[in-house]
């Protein structure tokens, strides 16, 4: 099976970015740590408030296990109020 890459663009509310920078901080050192798991980054903009996370999986599996997983789930829980936006595209190398 082919990697799958995954980015995710976080707009957070206004006065809720240091919030928003501490769940990331969570979920990537969580997720670093799966198996599956080639690559997992997080970025802040530096000429606005937008965070990217950036995945790179080996295969749909690991990513189904990654959305499963604990830390995942309190990332999604803790990071609902904190945020305005939320896109996520999953790509495959061409």
């Not at 980015?7 to 501490?22: D, R, Y």
Request: charged share 30%; no cysteine; proline share 1%.
């Amino acid at each position: 099976m082919e990697q799958i890459a995954v980015t995710a663009i976080l707009k957070p509310k206004t006065g809720k970015e240091e919030n928003v920078l501490s769940v990331l901080q969570e979920v990537l050192k969580g997720s670093r740590n799966e198996e599956g798991n080639i690559q997992y980054d997080v970025h802040q903009s530096i000429e606005d408030t937008t965070f990217v996370i950036y995945e790179v999986w080996e295969n749909q599996q690991a990513i189904e296990t990654h959305i499963s997983s604990e830390h995942y789930e309190k990332y999604r829980k803790d990071i609902g109020d904190l945020i305005d936006s939320r896109e996520v595209y999953k790509m495959k190398k061409l």
